[in-house]
């Protein structure tokens, strides 16, 4: 009987065992997975940022330095190949500055001819 009883608890020991390893293995997986994940979020997260800080400058009238900071967001969301429709919003943006710019120099040129 004493065979019997030890064959089951070692057999119970090896399954408890491998149900630990397992455990750990999970674990340590999830631990990369969101090591990888925020690294991730964290490129999105400069892009977006320069995004903000452009928007900002442009709505307090600075055009250049709101294209500048344009120009690096899409630098960067070139850099981090994601989200393609927040390229397609940062490439209008930079168009229309630049339009704006150009506007603005002009009036200044008229202004500047009439006096």
Do not use: P, W
Not at 5 to 11: A, G, L, M, Y
Not at 55 to 64: A, T
Not at 79 to 103: C, D, G, M, P
């Amino acid at each position: 009987m004493s065979g019997v009883k030890e064959s089951i608890f070692s057999t119970v020991l090896d399954t408890l065992e491998h149900v630990h390893f397992n455990h750990i293995t999970i674990m340590i997986t999830s631990v990369i997975v969101l090591f990888f994940r925020s690294l991730i979020f964290r490129k999105r997260n400069v892009s977006v940022k320069l995004f903000s800080t452009a928007l900002k400058s442009e709505n307090n009238g600075d055009f250049e330095e709101a294209l500048t900071n344009y120009e690096a967001a899409l630098a960067e969301v070139a850099r981090a190949r994601h989200n393609k429709s927040f390229k397609v919003k940062i490439i209008e943006k930079i168009s229309i500055l630049h339009t704006v710019i150009q506007y603005q120099k002009n009036i200044f040129n008229l202004r500047k001819d009439v006096y």
